[in-house]
């Protein structure tokens, strides 16, 4: 089945430090990824659309200085927060459309990013 | 505003009971629901989804069931085993985008 890659898994960086975490698609095409931040005993929330070739869309309240998206190529899009601050911490989590049925997303294994 | 709310936040039940989580969203105009399945530290499994314009979707011992008028979907385990503990994270679909509820955390005791 189709697989989304995330690296890295865990990360633990200073106050004002950037971090990039990538998301691949291993044995598809994805030309459209979603970037997802989950804060502890809270939903997933969408942050972002990532679309290759393009500028990804940001969701209302996210902030595009601080959570630069790449989607350089059909299988890899990158996330890099900026300037991390410790309110950055957070489960980060892609996922990338099969594009084979309705919206049927695989999802990568998350991110945990931890600002000291 | 579109939001999914999740019932209950948490559930322990001992192994071999059947069990029934619930989701409720606010904008009925939903293309598809899904239910996903989250162990700790890991990404997201699809187990369900259900087309806007179906009642309910069967896999194995999970029974996912929609009513969009009063939206609502439930996700019914039965038989529960200790290794369906998980988080249980309902999303629908608008347009394209997901809108996730906060999750159940399920722990099946043996």
């Known amino acids: 089945g189709a697989v989304v890659s995330q690296h890295p898994s865990w990360v633990i960086c200073k106050s004002g430090t950037s971090v990039k975490i990538e998301c691949r698609s291993l044995d598809f095409q994805a030309t459209t990824m979603f970037w997802y931040r989950q804060f502890p005993k809270q939903s997933l929330m969408l942050m972002a659309t990532s679309n290759e070739g393009s500028k990804a869309t940001y969701e209302q309240g996210v902030e595009k200085d601080k959570f630069l998206i790449n989607h350089a190529s059909l299988t890899l899009s990158t996330l890099t927060v900026t300037s991390a601050h410790p309110e950055d911490s957070s489960f980060y989590i892609c996922?990338?459309?099969?594009?084979?049925?309705?919206?049927?997303?695989?999802f990568g294994a998350g991110s945990r990013l931890t600002v000291l | 505003k579109q939001e999914v709310t999740q019932i209950p936040a948490a559930l322990s039940v001992p192994e071999g009971e059947n069990l029934v989580l619930n989701c409720s969203f606010t904008?009925?105009?939903?293309?598809?629901l899904q239910w996903f399945r989250q162990d700790p530290g890991k990404g997201l499994t699809s187990l369900l989804l259900i087309q806007s314009s179906q009642r309910e979707q069967t896999s194995g011992r999970l029974n996912a069931s929609l009513d969009k008028s009063s939206g609502r979907s439930t996700l019914y385990i039965a038989a529960s085993q200790p290794g369906d503990s998980a988080t249980y994270l309902c999303a629908v679909e608008y347009g394209n985008k997901l809108v996730f509820g906060a999750g159940t955390i399920l722990r099946v005791k043996s």
């Open positions: 996922s990338a459309n099969e594009g084979t049925g309705a919206n049927v997303l695989t």
């Open positions: 904008d009925s105009a939903i293309y598809n």
